[in-house]
């Protein structure tokens, strides 16, 4: 069973950056695409950022276009979302996701194994 762990979440000002881990066991994410989903209580999941199994295409949401910037290291087996220029509206639970297409969809369907999440708080 593949069990993803994020990490680097936290409390951050307006304006501020955070860099989001996404770390798997028992397996080597170099084989699965990586999504980055991001869910506030009351409302659906919404995709973030994603990118595929070589790391050679990336795709992302318009609102964090520009701001976010997702990759992985297939040396550490981690994937990595660094957001910059973080607003309130960033804030919400992250969540990474490994797809075994190795591609970077942003279909939350596409995705078979999920981590827990990590809670972004952004202050304004």
């Known amino acids: 069973q593949v069990q993803l762990v994020e990490s680097g979440g936290g409390l951050v000002q307006a304006g501020g950056s955070l860099r989001l881990s996404c770390t798997a066991s028992?397996?080597?994410?170099?084989?699965?695409?990586i999504g980055w989903f991001r869910q506030v209580p009351g409302k659906e999941r919404e995709f973030v950022s994603g990118?595929?199994?070589?790391?050679?295409?990336?795709i992302y949401a318009d609102s964090v276009k520009g701001r976010f910037t997702v990759s992985r290291d297939i040396g550490a087996n981690t994937g990595y979302l660094q957001m910059e220029s973080l607003n309130p509206d960033d804030t919400a639970v992250y969540y990474c996701a490994a797809s075994v297409f190795g591609s970077s969809s942003s279909t939350a369907s596409q995705y078979k194994y999920w981590g827990r999440g990590t809670q972004v708080t952004v202050s304004s």
């Open positions: 990118i595929n199994r070589s790391g050679s295409n990336t």
């Open positions: 028992k397996t080597r994410l170099s084989a699965y695409g």
